[in-house]
């Protein structure tokens, strides 16, 4: 399926831009798929049917920005139309090349070509309206604390990733453990269909199942849970994630500004598992993640 998209623009003071674009992505349903930064202006991306509704959120969240002291106006967020989804990924070709996202991880677009070192982890992933290319704050880091479990932790069998989007951590789970599967869910069924097409094109779809079932009708214990999403549905899903994670297991969540991110782990803890690292980004200091265990 094909939607059309318009681009939601918020002009910010240079100085706000980042602090204005992660508020956005906790507060606001359209920010919460991605944004771009573009200069002075954060853009967000909204399907065209529900445009209005999304142009209203935004500008509600922005008011409440400026009246807190951000140098944002909402008078001046505007709605325009996004390019169609082919030309916009013939666009990100002038800016987005083979990025090393951890040690290890590497991921190449299509068009450009790269020979792997010994050792590297290579993942082969264009951009996609919405589901990211790994190069967000949140995303690189649960890939660096997946480059790091590889490391130092056992190797699990099994891995559940919550909120796949474009899957690329479930096929780079499945590229650092060759052993291992993944079940790749998320709600969306276009990034259901983005996440299966990104796992074959990595030659990983007999490992990487990717579903639009629900986390809670999910059965059984996972000996690695990865959730990158935000904070309103880490605390709402808290049980559910919890009961997943099998004993001796690792669950890492990110997707969370930095101010939520204690607060968060809190109540993961008070379920019974326990603190391994909260981790600040070192390439945005806005945002953090949470690595937690159940005891054997």
Not at 159 to 165: C, E, N, Q, T, W
Not at 241 to 261: C, I
Not at 266 to 275: F, K, S
């Amino acid at each position: 399926m094909i939607r059309d998209w318009v681009e939601i623009i918020v002009p910010a003071a240079a100085v706000d831009v980042d602090e204005i674009a992660a508020l956005l992505a906790d507060a606001c349903e359209p920010a919460r798929e991605g944004t771009e930064i573009r200069g002075d202006e954060v853009v967000i991306w909204a399907p065209l049917a529900a445009s209005e509704a999304a142009l209203a959120e935004v500008r509600a969240a922005v008011a409440a920005y400026a009246d807190a002291g951000l140098g944002v106006d909402p008078a001046t967020v505007r709605a325009q139309p996004a390019l169609p989804e082919a030309e916009w990924r013939d666009a990100w070709k002038k800016y987005f090349h083979v990025t090393r996202l951890t040690p290890r991880i590497v991921v190449v677009p299509s068009w450009e070509q790269y020979v792997a070192a010994p050792g590297e982890v290579v993942i082969d992933l264009d951009p996609g309206m919405a589901f990211g290319t790994g190069t967000h704050a949140s995303t690189r880091l649960v890939l660096g604390e997946l480059d790091r479990l590889a490391t130092e932790g056992p190797a699990p069998a099994r891995v559940l990733d919550v909120g796949a989007g474009s899957g690329i951590l479930a096929i780079a789970a499945v590229k650092l453990w060759p052993g291992a599967t993944a079940l790749a869910l998320d709600n969306d069924p276009i990034a259901v269909t983005a996440c299966a097409e990104n796992a074959a094109g990595n030659r990983v779809a007999d490992r990487v199942h990717c579903s639009g079932t629900p986390v809670e009708d999910v059965d059984g214990t996972w000996p690695l849970v990865l959730a990158n999403i935000q904070a309103h549905v880490l605390r709402a899903l808290a049980d559910v994630l919890v009961a997943r994670v099998a004993a001796g297991g690792t669950l890492v969540l990110s997707g969370l500004l930095t101010p939520q991110a204690a607060a968060v782990a809190d109540e993961y803890i008070a379920r019974g598992l326990v603190l391994v690292a909260l981790r600040e980004s070192p390439d945005d200091a806005a945002w953090s993640s949470v690595t937690l265990t159940r005891r054997s």
